[in-house]
């Protein structure tokens, strides 16, 4: 997947090289300075999308659930066996525990619903609880 920032690096130089192709076939200096300037000015990114992508994000925090969601910290408590620990996060967990990193994103994605989920890995069950920071 491309993103938008590639596309727009492509397109700019794209617009360079059909430049150099025009210098190429003998352009007269003024075409050459029209040419320049048209370059100089052309945006770099589509600014009415990126605007208006920002204005839909920036009301996204207007309301009060998606607000509190986003600035919520919680920290996670895991049992296994007779061990029990606090870890800042899913994947600090999952590190430390020596669980298979690639797999803690579906995962924190379903604890964060359920708030309480084990994780079964070679015969162990690791009881996830999502607590409050403190």
């Known amino acids: 997947?491309?993103?938008?920032?590639?596309?727009?690096?492509?397109?700019i130089?794209?617009?360079?090289?059909?430049?150099?192709?025009?210098?190429?076939?003998?352009?007269?200096?003024?075409?050459?300075?029209?040419?320049?300037?048209?370059?100089?000015?052309?945006?770099l990114v589509n600014d009415e999308k990126k605007v208006t992508r920002s204005r839909k994000v920036q009301d996204t925090w207007n309301d009060d659930d998606i607000a509190k969601r986003r600035t919520t910290r919680n920290h996670v408590v895991v049992s296994v066996d007779d061990f029990t620990s606090e870890f800042k996060s899913v994947a600090a967990a999952f590190?430390?525990?020596?669980?298979?990193?690639?797999?803690?994103?579906?995962?924190?994605t379903k604890l964060k619903k359920e708030e309480e989920l084990i994780?079964?890995?070679?015969?162990?069950?690791?009881?996830?609880?999502?607590?409050?920071?403190?």
């Open 13 to 43: 130089m794209n617009n360079l090289k059909k430049l150099v192709i025009k210098v190429e076939e003998e352009m007269t200096d003024e075409e050459w300075e029209k040419s320049l300037e048209e370059f100089r000015n052309a945006p």
């Open 119 to 134: 994780f079964i890995w070679e015969n162990k069950n690791y009881l996830f609880k999502i607590v409050e920071r403190k």
């Open 95 to 108: 590190d430390a525990l020596g669980l298979p990193q690639h797999k803690h994103s579906r995962f924190r």
């Open 1 to 11: 997947m491309t993103n938008n920032n590639d596309r727009y690096g492509l397109e």
